[in-house]
């Protein structure tokens, strides 16, 4: 995308002239100068936002798709969830543990599980209900929380097998300020060894079956491709959950290839050999992550927290790292969908909340700024609250900014 003389013009009489004597806006193709991010371009996003009918999800959701009535494909597939055969899914649950189960009592399954909700549901159900011998795995969080540390430890304790995966701590702050600055994400690090991790160990224990939860694609919207197949392709991670920038992506910014080695995933020679099986559990069972909270509770000593998460009204999901919040920030500037949007979509699918309590809850809490762990985020990242602020306002695309007063504002909110 190229930026013209006269869409700069436009652009400044909409945001003042003082912003661009900060941040030039100079687009050479989809590169950036002078550490403004064309975001639009990167992320293949629409020039004009629209919010689903039926939720309050937006359109700038990468990967999404809205019908042409204007409800979105994540709205489709949970209106289409209530025509499945249930039973028939568990079935075919039953005849896939069937087909891996152990016979001499060696572990038969990986579920990746951090002490949460989701992945305490998915460990129990299949150890205690479906006769399998899980060996759970976990990546380390970028910033242990302490609650996070009790529910793995609670979870540990109620009877499962468990592995630890932990990169040297120097090099995962180094990777982590580095995805900040140059993909607004602090988090991706900590997503390339939630994926590869779990790889690593299927190959080397040689345990062909992997079992993740919910497939986040289907059932938060994206690429819908996998929506009626419980599995998917593991290349599939570089474009769903990289953001097309694999670890090898960081050595071209300073990290060593041997520095990179705990977040790769194994030669693909040696996935295609083992023949790893990646599943996703929200195919065989109905998914419901207000009802995994209450499984959770009960069975592996789940604890909610005593406050809501900032960013949500929620208080049970995504608890395990102290840098969570900074990475739902994040995407609400970049896609203008916060933390509550996910939320209440999800909610409002499952008829846990009507359409208008989620906008109002948009509303309330979106854009709420991660300060209950603000310091240790900049001590972790080793940067200061300027550069964070420098960081944050580069990702502002002038397609969903304005700048009045002195104040950011969405050009356009789902309450509008």
Not at 115 to 138: E, I
Not at 210 to 224: A, T
Not at 266 to 271: C, G, T, V
Not at 275 to 286: A, L, N, P, Q, V
């Amino acid at each position: 995308m190229l930026i013209l003389k006269d869409d700069l013009l436009r652009f400044s009489q909409s945001i003042g002239s003082a912003m661009l004597s900060l941040h030039r806006l100079d687009y050479v193709g989809n590169e950036t100068v002078n550490n403004i991010r064309n975001v639009q371009a990167k992320y293949n996003l629409p020039s004009s936002v629209q919010f689903c009918k039926e939720c309050v999800m937006s359109n700038q959701r990468p990967r999404i798709t809205f019908n042409k009535e204007g409800v979105c494909s994540a709205c489709e597939f949970s209106s289409k969830k209530k025509m499945i055969d249930w039973a028939q899914r568990e079935l075919e649950l039953i005849d896939l543990c069937n087909k891996f189960r152990s016979k001499s009592g060696d572990y038969d399954v990986i579920v990746p599980c951090s002490g949460g909700k989701d992945g305490s549901f998915v460990a129990h159900q299949l150890k205690h209900q479906f006769g399998m011998n899980p060996l759970t795995v976990t990546w380390s969080p970028l910033k242990k929380s302490a609650i996070g540390v009790r529910n793995l430890d609670n979870f540990i304790q109620s009877g499962f097998n468990h592995i630890q995966g932990t990169a040297n701590p120097k090099v995962t702050q180094k990777l982590t300020r580095l995805a900040f600055t140059e993909l607004g994400d602090p988090f991706q690090p900590f997503i390339y060894g939630q994926s590869n991790f779990p790889l690593e160990i299927s190959v080397r224990f040689q345990i062909p079956l992997i079992m993740y939860g919910e497939n986040g694609e289907v059932e938060y919207g994206g690429d819908m491709k996998n929506a009626d197949r419980p599995t998917r392709d593991v290349t599939d991670r570089d474009n769903h959950y990289f953001s097309g920038l694999p670890p090898e992506f960081w050595l071209k910014h300073g990290i060593k290839l041997g520095e990179l080695r705990p977040f790769l995933s194994p030669e693909f020679a040696k996935i295609q050999e083992n023949r790893t099986e990646i599943h996703f559990m929200s195919y065989y069972k109905h998914w419901d992550p207000q009802e995994n909270f209450y499984y959770a509770q009960k069975n592996t000593g789940f604890i909610p927290n005593s406050e809501r998460s900032e960013g949500t009204y929620s208080k049970y999901a995504s608890l395990d790292d102290e840098i969570d919040g900074f990475h739902y920030y994040l995407s609400y500037i970049k896609f203008g969908i916060g933390r509550t949007t996910s939320d209440a979509a999800h909610e409002i699918r499952d008829g846990k909340i009507s359409r208008e309590e989620g906008v109002s809850l948009v509303k309330k809490y979106d854009h709420e700024w991660p300060k209950k762990y603000l310091n240790e985020f900049l001590q972790f990242c080793k940067i200061t609250e300027n550069e964070i602020e420098e960081v944050i306002d580069s990702w502002r695309s002038p397609h969903l900014w304005k700048l009045e007063e002195g104040q950011w504002q969405l050009r356009k909110a789902v309450w509008h």
